[in-house]
């Protein structure tokens, strides 16, 4: 009996169903209209020629909270200093945890001196479901042509402490180096990790 | 921050004595605590350690996957020299549904069994174990926390169960999936985790796999028995970028659960590492309602008796049937008893089919016709049917019988044996026409293959059914008469021509001087049958008919003391376009990038010689082949061969034509049965344009 098999025809199987949906990295990231917190809409497409940051939150997740103990804020300066478009995405549905006004959001932004381009609004989980985010906190990188070139964890150390973070390879922090210098990231793709996110 | 991590600080129990647990630690919808199997333990002793979790209710922690998000419930132990713990020992977890994320993980009471090792030559009389826990408790939000455990177990020189924590540790391994000693492979291509597992187990209903970001854990899972091999399949994750080369697996039944090693495809040594692409679409199939294929299977019998090698004699006896309108309660009798032999020898092959499939052979419908004994057979016996409607012979079978020969009471056994017969001559006709659909049955689970195969046998007896029950339909057919004497002899010849196409058949099996030798058979045969003629006209004797037996006999011998040749299969030349297909050559051609065509096929197989006729072997599909650079390579069923017999199954099929097309980057396309002279070029010409 052969006991090693190999399964390609499987994804003539996934097609069908309707199972390619998936975001792949070194494809174009999907599109998408989100609405921010002072009422402004944002399309993917609008910041062609600038790198793109999505990073999905839920403020009473242990996990994001691990990571705003300073780590995320200092990120998302660094970045944003450099002309990165950062998209904070709360995909938490209306009444679960994470979800929050407009005026709490901007809140959050002001007490823990944050500095994203927008936070913005997914309610349906649209644009969640659109990008497989799983997990909060969970990070993509999109390139200035609008190539999705990273998406996974912010590290390499799934916990909720502190003191993990500095022990830990800063997977996300990489590959936005290497996609502002024009280089794939490597790993491009991770694990992410933290609390489901609440569609 | 602080607010949410728990730091929970040990207790130590010394003052209270020594006891086997360390009472309950309190934290956030979850109490824990560390329990001991002993309560005095001995140098030399493996103890077991538990970390017994009660979470409140609807709160879960997780598994060593813990899905799509959540975190693996982890263990730090600080231990004396000459101790050490092993890994935690997982319970079976269950799925936790957070639409659209699936999590694995446990409710309720939930035990982490690990083993402590006590080393033989260990000197000091306690042990000081401590523990730092690290566990994620979930609800739909989640809360971390930690905890530390010490417990002090004395050593004394013999070991002293802790009666009172006996069942814990008995939950505890009620708990555990049971471990299976058998092998088992995975592989990641193809966009799916794959595993094939050497285990006839029919009722698994689910699995897990303790890698993490490995499947989609949301996704459908695909389970199916095939022959003694159980094959799952789920679609990979989209966070997967790398797994081990060995990772567990627990498979859950209704009652059980167990833990089998896989091992990553491509790691064991030699032939193992023949790649082989098995399709796990039974979750698909299955969607088409069980009464439409029923229906089709029925329709399929129904055609069967319009087939060259079973319409002229059917057609006579259904003739009869009609002709003896007065014996209408005889009629009855007779065409039940018929269709109970034609349903029956149906549900036979299948069975035997079935039966001979899981004890390993690999065979498909359609071996009737790759044994060429079983072909010599049908050609002695499609002539020797021939021979009697041309009126050399009578046989007794109340086959052929026409008009008033039926007023001879046959009873029920001469009519089922009809049906039998009529099953048995129609077997060449089953295996070119409909090998695929009778080969998906087969694929089912064994009632339903044979409730399609029942189907079949009834769809084939029908005409007799409506003829013997419903008055109407005999009034349709024309008066009995003297005509109907020269029909019969006119309908041998169909019989006549269905024997020479078998005799082909056999010929390109085991060559001409083979099928000389049946030739001379059949020769035999038309003497045997003369000669037994004769007797039944009392022009000959005994010895007439002992010389006719003796014919017959050496008819049967003569395919047996055939010599067996090489067939020239292979043969190539300059105008030949295809290759032969071995396993081995595709996979090289795919590891080379390049496209290819399998065409699965048999000389006995009429669609697939009319498909290669119409739609492969014409200047257009030639030309296409050539444009886009395609291998073709052909692989030939005719004989017994259990390489294809494999590959065929990959796709489901139990029977040829397959027509499979690999195109770099692509899954492979199956092709239609039913191929027309655009399909190839259509099909390279879109594969081609896509990106």
């Known amino acids: 009996m052969k006991l090693h098999h190999l399964v390609l025809s499987a994804s003539a199987a996934l097609l069908s169903l309707g199972l390619n949906a998936a975001p792949q990295v070194g494809t174009a990231a999907p599109d998408f209209t989100v609405v921010d917190t002072k009422g402004n809409s944002h399309s993917l497409k609008d910041f062609a020629g600038k790198n793109v940051v999505l990073e999905w939150t839920n403020h009473d997740c242990p996990f994001v909270v691990k990571h705003y103990s300073g780590n995320m804020q200092a990120l998302q300066s660094d970045l944003t200093g450099q002309d990165v478009v950062w998209l904070t995405v709360i995909s938490s549905a209306p009444g679960k945890q994470g979800y929050v006004s407009p005026a709490k959001a901007d809140e959050l932004t002001a007490s823990r001196n944050s500095a994203p381009t927008a936070v913005v609004f997914d309610e349906t989980g649209a644009v969640g479901k659109a990008y497989d985010a799983k997990t909060t906190p969970h990070m993509y990188v999109i390139d200035k042509a609008g190539v999705l070139q990273y998406m996974g964890g912010i590290d390499s150390i799934p916990s909720a402490k502190v003191d993990d973070i500095s022990k830990a390879t800063p997977l996300f922090a990489n590959a936005a180096k290497a996609v502002l210098a024009g280089e794939k990231p490597d790993p491009a793709v991770t694990r992410p990790y933290g609390c489901s996110i609440k569609y | ?691």
């Open chain 2, 1 to 691: 921050m602080r607010s949410v991590i728990f730091l929970l600080f040990y207790c130590l129990m010394l003052s209270s004595g020594h006891a086997a647990t360390t009472g309950w630690q309190t934290a956030k919808h979850l109490k824990a605590e560390l329990v001991s199997e002993y309560q005095q333990v001995t140098p030399g002793q493996t103890v077991r350690l538990a970390l017994h979790f009660v979470p409140d209710e609807h709160w879960h922690t997780y598994w060593q996957n813990p899905g799509d998000s959540g975190l693996a419930t982890s263990l730090s132990w600080r231990l004396p020299e000459g101790v050490t713990a092993g890994n935690i020992q997982w319970p079976t977890p269950h799925a936790i549904a957070i639409p659209p994320l699936v999590n694995y993980g446990f409710e309720g009471n939930t035990v982490l069994l690990s083993d402590l090792h006590i080393a033989a030559d260990y000197a000091s009389d306690t042990i000081d174990i401590q523990l730092q826990a690290d566990w994620l408790v979930c609800e739909e939000i989640c809360i971390p926390a930690e905890a530390q455990f010490r417990l002090m177990l004395p050593v004394g020189s013999n070991a002293i169960l802790a009666d009172e924590q006996s069942a814990l540790f008995r939950q505890a391994q009620q708990q555990r999936p049971q471990p299976l000693n058998i092998s088992g492979q995975f592989d990641t291509s193809g966009g799916a985790f794959s595993a094939v597992i050497d285990w006839q187990q029919t009722d698994i209903t689910a699995f897990f796999v303790a890698a993490s970001e490995l499947v989609d854990h949301a996704a459908k899972q695909q389970i199916s028995q095939q022959g003694t091999q159980l094959l799952l399949q789920q679609p990979l994750n989209t966070y997967f970028s790398g797994v081990e080369d060995q990772i567990e697996l627990v498979l859950i039944s209704a009652d059980t659960a167990y833990s089998v090693q896989l091992t990553k495809g491509g790691q064991l040594a030699g032939n193992e590492k023949a790649a082989v692409e098995i399709l796990v679409t039974q979750g698909q199939q299955s969607s088409t309602a069980l009464w439409l294929i029923l229906l089709m299977a029925a329709a399929g019998g129904l055609i069967l008796n319009l087939m060259p090698c079973v319409f002229p004699i059917l057609s006579l006896k259904a003739l009869s049937i009609a002709a003896n309108s007065t014996q209408q309660a005889q009629q009855k009798r007779d065409a039940l008893f018929y269709s109970a032999g034609v349903a029956l020898s149906f549900v036979a092959l299948a069975l035997l089919l079935i039966t001979l499939r899981a004890a390993g052979a690999a065979i498909g419908w359609g071996f009737q016709l790759q044994s060429p004994y079983m072909v010599a057979l049908l050609v002695y016996l499609l002539f020797a049917l021939g021979l009697s409607l041309s009126g050399v012979v009578q046989f007794g079978l109340g086959l052929m019988n026409t008009g008033g020969a039926l007023t001879a009471v046959k009873g029920g056994k001469g009519s089922f044996f009809t049906g039998v017969l009529a099953v048995v001559v129609a077997s060449p006709c089953t295996a070119p026409f409909m090998g695929s659909a009778l080969g998906y049955a087969v694929t089912q689970s064994a009632p339903v293959a044979l409730l399609v195969f029942a189907a079949l046998g009834l769809g084939m007896a029908l005409p007799f059914l409506l003829l013997a029950f419903v008055p109407g339909f005999a009034r349709l057919l024309p008066k009995p008469g003297a005509w109907m004497d020269t029909l019969k002899q006119v309908l041998a010849y169909p019989l006549y021509l269905s024997a020479v196409w078998l005799l082909w058949v056999y010929g390109r099996q085991v060559g001409v001087d083979a099928q000389a030798l049946l030739l001379i058979g059949l020769v035999c045969v038309a003497a045997a049958c003369w000669l037994w003629g004769r007797k039944q006209l009392a022009q000959v004797g005994r010895v007439g008919a002992g010389f006719a037996l003796l014919l017959v006999l050496l008819a049967l011998v003569l395919p047996v003391l055939a010599p067996k040749q090489a067939v020239p299969q292979t043969q190539s030349n300059d105008t030949q376009h295809w290759q032969p297909w071995s396993a081995a050559t595709l996979k090289q051609l795919r590891e080379q990038g390049k496209p290819v065509l399998v065409n699965m096929t048999a000389d006995w197989c009429i669609t697939c010689l009319v498909n290669e006729r119409m739609a492969l072997n014409t200047d257009s599909s030639k030309a296409a082949l050539a444009l886009y650079d395609v291998t073709y390579l052909k692989g030939d069923w005719t004989l017994r061969d259990s390489a294809i017999t494999e590959y065929l199954r990959l796709y489901q099929r139990d029977g040829v034509p397959l027509y499979v097309l690999y195109w770099p980057g692509q899954p492979p396309q199956v092709l239609p049965q039913i191929l027309t002279p655009d399909t190839l070029p259509q099909t390279l010409a879109r594969l081609s344009s896509q990106p």
